[in-house]
């Protein structure tokens, strides 16, 4: 058996760069640049690791690809990108002190973040230091928070596509239950929004089954749910996604089924069957979809992306993988436009754009009538289902439309449930 | 009706996984007088095991749950010969390392399966056993009652009608008495903690197919057990099978009329009722200073 001459190139190359890295350190930088830190103060531990690490291995692979092909420039500099990361693990105690090791010691430029209780234990002092920090949670965002910011996922406004869809394509479903754990932060500002979609899309809402974190068996919630006979079952938050299709497969559900996230969709599958899975609805793509290569996506190269981050990490996909990496590339976008890296600056030209640069394009700010800023980016968000065993996206709608129409309905549902409003 | 009487037969199913890992938790605490915190963890590592052996490395459902009983067995084993016999003194220093054995444990599973998401193991049961339209259940839900009734029969058997059995008995009555009466109690507190660990390990390896597994679902399984363990009777076998079955009764009903949240609630609530009202519990004895 002969070998070509592209296998004898790529391997003989790939062995010389294995003996010559042999030598250095893990990273080289081209001489006379600067190397400019970004944190990311996430869980990487714990229940809430499903929505860090994935993000962390992202920006690495972004970081990675930039650094490789000679950085990035900003002003008069050229930068290699350095990730800084600490694993907070979602204790409000080790976020506080991630957070002031990477701003105080690490000097790092922006620190992205999760979001919930864990931004509000570090909102303060991150003010304090004007520190630029991004949050997957606009709830998190008050007055008080001019340093804040949402660019990428805007959760859980996003929802309201999927209704919107789901009524549009399925208009013989007329009622629904909702499912969801019973927390502020994640829970609750999910159900409200989807009440909200759902009175928008004339969709009655029958039950709302909120439940805690210490549930061990959903037989019960879901049995007590299907007894309300929901056309659709709808579950706010992905904590408990697995265990709730199981038993709606089990149950023998057989109306439509809309969820925020569907991560690891390929094991309920292997949970329940193909054909169950089959139409689910949800909101958040796999990076290989035809889709994003369409024009208005801004995210350089998404399959590439996809197949790097399945191959060096092949069962730790999940609705953050791309979100963090999203964010670090909006970031550099605006630290470009800058001409900086200074937080205050890159934060002032970020929020000063009138069109900011949404990865799924149409990005506008919002939020001053609800939390009473315009920090977070609101635009285009995908409506995926899940077709032949595989998410696709559907369509694009607009989370920015739909909130000039009905932000007053959203705001009363938040209210119901006691959240915070301006 | 048709909601009450799946309601009983979701109660029953979740019965028997409350008594299996609390039946454990009592008889360590009867026989050696340790509050084992870690046994949570013990589940855990059970589960934890099906997960690596049968999900990843392809290992046969029914072996791969042999393995995490004898492997949790061992750990359970070691912990009795390493810390609460040395400790055996002094009640609060074997409670304070089962904590550490917690922390050890939860961390050598986020090592061994990595950090990130929960793990997953398809049910090696697959389909559903339909008795009406209305009761469907799944038969891997099935095959656990089975096993756990299974198992608590046994262990019955064995208490009643084995000398182990016994003297394991009369050493969780008084272990000075017995130990007079020629009962080796360093043997008899290895066979309560073998037994109680296995079903643990059981418990875990049933479990694995039907929840979310991560280094830390140990949370939820010991403050269940505690409540079980509690309501039942401390140190009562009959009475953590008899709780079990009665919180998983009380718990499913109440999530299905008045939401998880409240069962939840309610829960705790009686637990305390129980230690005001009646602190010996169903089933437990006063014991006269």
């Known amino acids: ?422 | 009706m048709e909601l009450f009487l799946l309601s009983i037969v979701n109660g029953l199913i979740q019965g028997g996984f409350f008594a299996l890992f609390a039946v454990g938790l009592v008889l360590i605490f009867g026989v050696m007088g340790v509050v084992n915190f870690a046994h949570g963890e013990l589940v855990m590592v059970g589960a934890f095991t099906i997960w690596l052996l049968h999900a990843q490395y392809g290992l046969s459902y029914i072996p791969a749950i042999m393995v995490a009983i004898v492997l949790v067995t061992v750990i359970g084993l070691l912990m009795e010969r390493f810390l609460f016999r040395p400790t055996r003194a002094d009640p609060l220093a074997g409670l304070i390392c089962s904590i550490g054995v917690l922390f050890i444990l939860q961390v050598v599973a986020t090592l061994i399966g990595g950090d990130g998401p929960s793990k997953q193991v398809p049910p090696p049961y697959q389909g559903t056993l339909v008795l009406f339209e209305f009761l469907r259940i799944p038969y891997q839900r099935v095959f656990s009652l089975i096993i756990s009734v299974s198992a608590l029969g046994s262990l019955w058997f064995f208490l009643t009608r084995s000398k182990f059995g016994w003297a394991l008995r009369a050493v969780a009555q008084d272990r000075e008495a017995a130990a007079l009466q020629g009962i080796n109690t360093n043997r008899i507190s290895i066979i309560a903690i073998g037994v109680g660990a296995a079903l643990a390990g059981l418990a875990g390896g049933l479990v694995a197919p039907l929840t979310n597994i991560n280094p830390h679902m140990g949370h939820n399984v010991i403050i269940t057990a505690f409540i079980v363990t509690i309501v039942g009777g401390v140190g009562s076998l009959s009475g953590a099978v008899l709780a079990a079955v009665l919180y998983a009764m009380f718990h499913t009903f109440m999530t299905v009329y008045f939401g998880g949240t409240v069962a939840t609630i309610c829960g705790l609530i009686l637990m305390v009722v129980v230690l005001i009202v009646k602190p010996t519990g169903l089933m437990g004895v006063r014991i006269s200073e």
């Open chain 1, 1 to 422: 058996m002969g070998i070509s001459r592209r296998d004898f190139v790529r391997t003989t190359t790939a062995a010389g760069a294995l003996v010559v890295s042999s030598g250095l350190p893990s990273r080289v930088f081209a001489a006379g640049q600067k190397t400019v830190k970004v944190g990311m103060n996430i869980p990487m531990t714990g229940d809430y690791a499903p929505w860090g690490l994935p993000g962390l291995y992202g920006c690495q692979i972004i970081a990675d690809d930039i650094n490789a092909a000679g950085g990035v420039n900003i002003g008069d500099d050229n930068y290699a990108i350095e990730i800084v990361s600490y694993d907070h693990a979602y204790d409000l105690e080790k976020a506080v002190q991630g957070y002031k090791k990477m701003v105080s010691e690490d000097d790092v430029k922006m620190v992205m973040m999760l979001g919930g209780s864990t931004v509000g234990a570090i909102a303060k002092w991150a003010e304090r230091k004007k520190m630029l920090t991004t949050t997957l949670l606009c709830s998190d965002i008050t007055p008080d928070t001019p340093n804040l910011i949402a660019t990428c996922e805007s959760h859980p406004l996003y929802n309201v596509t999927g209704v919107e869809w789901l009524a549009k394509h399925h208009p013989e479903v007329k009622t629904a239950a909702i499912v969801t754990n019973n927390d502020a932060e994640y829970g609750l500002q999910s159900t409200a929004t989807y009440q909200a979609a759902f009175e928008v899309a004339g969709i009655e809402v029958v039950d709302v089954n909120l439940h805690g974190f210490d549930v061990t068996d959903f037989a019960p919630i879901v049995s007590s749910v299907l007894a309300k006979k929901p056309d659709v079952f709808c579950m706010a938050t992905s904590f408990y996604v697995t265990p709730l299709m199981e038993q709606l497969y089990h149950q023998g559900f057989k109306g439509k089924i809309i969820s925020c996230t569907l991560d690891y969709y390929d094991e309920i599958i292997a949970k329940t069957s193909k054909e169950f899975v089959e139409g689910t609805i949800f909101q958040f793509p796999d990076f290989d979809d035809p889709k994003l290569n369409e024009s208005g996506i801004n995210f350089p190269n998404p399959g590439d992306f996809d197949a790097k981050f399945r191959k060096s990490h092949p069962n730790d996909w999940s609705a953050v993988a791309w979100e963090y990496p999203a964010i670090l590339l909006n970031w550099i976008e605006g630290a470009k436009q800058a001409g900086t890296v200074e937080p205050q600056a890159v934060s002032a030209t970020l929020r000063s754009n009138k069109n900011p640069a949404f990865i799924f394009g149409g990005g506008k700010w919002w939020g001053k009538d609800l939390w009473g800023q315009d920090n977070v980016v609101v635009g285009r968000w995908p409506v995926v289902v899940v077709k032949d065993g595989k998410a696709r996206i559907q369509e694009y709608g607009s989370v920015s439309g739909w909130l000039d129409k009905h932000a007053g309905v959203l705001t009363k549902y938040m209210k119901s449930h006691g959240l915070r409003t301006v």
